[in-house]
């Protein structure tokens, strides 16, 4: 059980790196193709403009699948597939998080 910690961090990272990515290229597409919606959800970016009310209106966005009123299919192929990822990542997270939770005591301080 214990290997298995190492191989879930690192796959948590690298889909970190990916969803910046993801998101990224969804705000690029916003920007350049409903710059009304970009504007509408406060003009977010990864570094630049990053606050929990851009945040919110991100996965508002996402979740809520607010891209299919734009009728881009690029941008909703890319916005279903961060739904979907984000799922997956917050399943091995808080799977993860449990796991180590109930481990026995001398087991988790290894």
Do not use: C
Not at 29 to 35: A, D, I, Q, S, V
Not at 72 to 77: Q, R, T
């Amino acid at each position: 059980m214990e290997e298995v910690f190492p191989i879930a961090f690192g796959t948590l990272m690298v889909m970190v790196l990916v969803w910046f990515f993801l998101l990224k290229v969804i705000f690029k597409k916003l920007e350049r193709e409903h710059p009304e919606k970009y504007k509408q959800m406060g003009e977010p970016g990864l570094i630049w403009n990053n606050s929990m009310k851009t945040g919110f209106a991100t996965l508002k966005f996402i979740g809520l699948r607010e891209h299919t009123d734009l009728n881009n299919p690029a941008l909703s192929k890319l916005s279903d597939f961060a739904l979907v990822f984000f799922a997956v990542y917050t399943l091995i997270f808080f799977s993860m998080t449990f796991a180590i939770l109930n481990m026995p005591m001398q087991a988790a301080a290894i």
